[in-house]
């Protein structure tokens, strides 16, 4: 199943119900709405919006598949997406073998926890990882694990206003092992190479950075070369990250996260998508 609503300025939303090649390791992941313009998509090895991710503890849990349902309400378009969260991180070389043990992820996750966490070491660890992953081969793949949770996410798209409302039900969670929460929200860095944001912040390439905290009330990623942009706000009870990657073959994706403990509820935040004059 694939859902298609346009928007103005000859955007569009989609979403189709299976992973789809995107020539990235993160092929295997579930992806949520993408961004169109004028037919091609702007998602790059990004997600797409509103796509929920689990943490326990350092390591993190992605999304392997979705079941959707599609209705119409009060002049909009609403989506709702039910995600299966029950793919981790590995890594493979060629011959599809690479490291076993899981003291080697553990250290993996601790390593990248540090990195989210203390920005002066991201320079350092990304060394080291690329380093590690050319001496021997090793590429991102991801492992189907027992199902964690299931996540109900409502989109309610309202095409002339160029809005995406997103809503998550964390009542599916398990009551033990989940620490966080994160809402993804990321297109190509390819596309949008510009952040700005409420407080006059103007950051191109490199110095967006990889994953900081949005102290502003409102930010966007744009292209400097169309003019198309996503804006998100603020949401009590969360904290809004940043963060563009540029690595080769495996990263390119720029956005947001919105960061919630599990015990928040329901969780609902606006997308909005326009092209500048």
Same mark, same amino acid.
């Given at each position: 199943?694939? *859902?298609?609503?346009?928007?103005?300025?000859?955007?569009?939303?989609?979403?189709?119900?299976?992973?789809?090649?995107?020539?990235?390791?993160?092929?295997?992941?579930?992806?949520?709405?993408?961004?169109?313009?004028?037919?091609?998509?702007?998602?790059?090895?990004?997600?797409?919006?509103?796509?929920?991710?689990?943490?326990?503890?350092?390591?993190?849990?992605?999304?392997?598949?979705?079941?959707? #349902?599609?209705?119409?309400?009060?002049?909009?378009?609403?989506? *709702?997406?039910?995600?299966? &969260?029950?793919?981790?991180?590995?890594?493979?070389?060629?011959?599809?073998?690479?490291? !076993?043990? #899981?003291?080697?992820?553990?250290?993996?996750?601790?390593? @990248?926890? $540090?990195?989210?966490?203390?920005?002066?070491?991201?320079?350092?660890? +990304?060394?080291?990882?690329?380093?590690?992953?050319?001496?021997?081969?090793?590429?991102? +793949?991801?492992?189907? +694990?027992?199902?964690?949770?299931?996540?109900?996410?409502?989109?309610?798209?309202?095409?002339?206003?160029?809005?995406?409302?997103?809503? &998550?039900?964390?009542?599916? &969670?398990? !009551?033990?092992?989940?620490?966080?929460?994160?809402?993804?929200?990321?297109?190509?860095?390819?596309?949008?190479?510009?952040?700005?944001?409420?407080?006059?912040?103007?950051?191109?390439?490199?110095?967006?950075?990889?994953?900081?905290?949005?102290?502003?009330?409102?930010?966007?990623? @744009? !292209?400097?070369?169309?003019?198309?942009?996503?804006?998100?706000?603020?949401?009590?009870?969360?904290?809004?990250?940043?963060?563009?990657?540029?690595?080769?073959?495996? $990263?390119?994706? #720029?956005?947001?996260?919105? !960061?919630?403990?599990?015990?928040?509820?329901?969780?609902?935040?606006?997308?909005? &998508? $326009?092209? #500048?004059?």
């Amino acid at each position: 199943m694939r *859902v298609t609503v346009p928007l103005r300025d000859d955007l569009a939303l989609t979403i189709a119900d299976a992973p789809e090649g995107n020539g990235y390791p993160t092929s295997r992941l579930q992806r949520g709405l993408s961004l169109l313009d004028a037919g091609a998509d702007l998602a790059g090895e990004g997600v797409g919006f509103g796509v929920p991710v689990l943490k326990r503890g350092p390591q993190t849990v992605f999304p392997g598949a979705v079941r959707l #349902a599609e209705r119409a309400a009060d002049g909009e378009r609403v989506v *709702v997406a039910e995600y299966r &969260l029950d793919l981790v991180e590995r890594l493979a070389g060629r011959d599809g073998r690479g490291p !076993s043990s #899981a003291r080697f992820y553990a250290l993996r996750d601790a390593a @990248a926890a $540090l990195h989210r966490q203390v920005p002066v070491l991201r320079g350092p660890l +990304t060394a080291v990882s690329n380093g590690v992953r050319r001496q021997h081969g090793w590429q991102t +793949t991801f492992e189907q +694990t027992a199902t964690v949770a299931t996540l109900a996410v409502t989109y309610r798209i309202d095409g002339g206003a160029g809005r995406l409302r997103v809503t &998550l039900d964390t009542s599916g &969670l398990p !009551s033990e092992g989940v620490t966080e929460v994160v809402v993804m929200n990321e297109l190509g860095a390819g596309p949008f190479d510009q952040y700005l944001d409420s407080d006059g912040a103007r950051l191109h390439g490199r110095r967006i950075g990889t994953w900081d905290v949005v102290c502003a009330s409102g930010a966007c990623f @744009a !292209s400097t070369t169309t003019g198309v942009a996503f804006r998100l706000t603020q949401v009590p009870g969360a904290t809004l990250y940043r963060g563009r990657e540029v690595v080769g073959a495996r $990263l390119s994706w #720029a956005g947001f996260g919105y !960061s919630l403990r599990p015990g928040h509820g329901r969780f609902t935040y606006d997308v909005h &998508l $326009l092209r #500048a004059p």
